[in-house]
C-alpha cells in the first residue's frame, strides 16, 4: 500500500470526497509489509520505526508540512455541526472566528519542517491522517448519544459511553466538568472531528441556542471554568483525549491489518 492509498482509504472510511487541510502525505512511499502508527509523530518515532521493522509510519495529529500550517482552517467544521444542531449560521460563525484566530497563531508559530525533513532524510514514508479519523470516531459516539431521550440523566449517557470498548480499556475516567450527572440531559450535542474541541465559544455558542449536553473529547480548564460560572444548568461531558481518539483509529487499523499490512499501534486505546 501506498501513503496516498492508505489517505484515500481514511477518506472511505469517512464518507469525506477531499482531503481535508489537516492531513495530507508529507513522504510518498510504499509502506512494505509493516506500518508504525503513532497519535503523535515525531524524530523519535521516525527512528523507533525503523528499530521495529517498520517500514512507514502513519501519524494521526498533523506532525509536519502543509497539515500542521493549515489545522486551524478544520475548525470550520464546527460551523456544520452547529448549523446541523440548529443553531443559526452567523452565531456559528462567530463562534468559530474566535476559535480559528486563536488556532491560526499557533499553527503559525510551528517548527513545520522538523519531523518531514527527518522522515525524508531517513527515507521513511510518512503520512499524516487527522480529520479523518476524528470523524470516523464522531459517528460512533453520535450513535451512543441518540440511543438517550432527553429526559433521561447524564449519568446513563456518561454510562453508556463509557461501554465503548476504547473507553472501557482506557486509564482515563470521563468527566462530566459543568453539570452533573443526576440532570437531564436535554439536547446533546458532539463536537468532535473538527480540528480540536470547539473550547469555550463553541460550546457557549450551543448552549445558548438549546444543546443541554456538550460532548467533547477534552477541554482546558479554563474553558470549562468559565463554561461552569456561565452555564450552571448544562452539562459538559469530556471523554479523555486519546481513549477518544482511538475511536476514531481504530476501524481504520482494522482496515489496515484487512489488507494485508501489519501494524504497530503505538499509543492507542486497542480494546
Ligand atoms: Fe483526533
Ligand atoms: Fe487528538
Redesign the pocket.
Known amino acids: 500500500m501506498r501513503t496516498d492509498e492508505a489517505l484515500r482509504l481514511a477518506l472511505d472510511l469517512a464518507g469525506l470526497g477531499e482531503i481535508p487541510a489537516d492531513s495530507g502525505v508529507l513522504v510518498p512511499g510504499k509502506f512494505g509489509d509493516k506500518v508504525l502508527f503513532a ?1 503523535d509523530v515525531g524524530v523519535g518515532e521516525l527512528l523507533l520505526a525503523g528499530r521495529l521493522g517498520a517500514s512507514g509510519v502513519i501519524a ?2 498533523p506532525p509536519g508540512g502543509q497539515p500542521r500550517l493549515h489545522w486551524h482552517e478544520v475548525l470550520w467544521r464546527h460551523v456544520d455541526l452547529l448549523i446541523n444542531y440548529g443553531i443559526p449560521v452567523d452565531e456559528a460563525q462567530g463562534a468559530v472566528t474566535e476559535l480559528v484566530s486563536e488556532f491560526s497563531a499557533r499553527d503559525h508559530a510551528a517548527n513545520f519542517l522538523h519531523v518531514p525533513a527527518a522522515a525524508k532524510a531517513l527515507g521513511i514514508p510518512l503520512v499524516g491522517i ?2 479523518p ?2 470523524e470516523i ?1 464522531r459517528k460512533r459516539l453520535v450513535d451512543t448519544a441518540e440511543e438517550l431521550s432527553p429526559e433521561e440523566p447524564v449519568g446513563l449517557l456518561v454510562e453508556k459511553l463509557e461501554k465503548i470498548p476504547e473507553f472501557t480499556a482506557a486509564a482515563t475516567e470521563m468527566e462530566v466538568r459543568v453539570g452533573s450527572l443526576e440532570n437531564r440531559v436535554g439536547r446533546v450535542g458532539v463536537f ?2 473538527a480540528g ?1 474541541n470547539g473550547g469555550y465559544p463553541v460550546a457557549a455558542c450551543a448552549f445558548r441556542h438549546g444543546i443541554d449536553t456538550v460532548i467533547y ?1 477534552h477541554c482546558s480548564d479554563a474553558a470549562a471554568k468559565r463554561l461552569a460560572r456561565e452555564f450552571p444548568d448544562k452539562n459538559l461531558i469530556v471523554m479523555g ?1 486519546i481513549a ?2 482511538s475511536l ?2 481504530n476501524p481504520f487499523l482494522e482496515a489496515l491489518e484487512e489488507r494485508g499490512l501489519e501494524v504497530v499501534a503505538l499509543d492507542v486505546v486497542r480494546p
Open positions: 497519535i494521526h495529529h487527522h480529520t479519523l476524528d470516531g468532535h472531528g480540536t473529547i483525549h477518544a481518539d476514531g483509529i
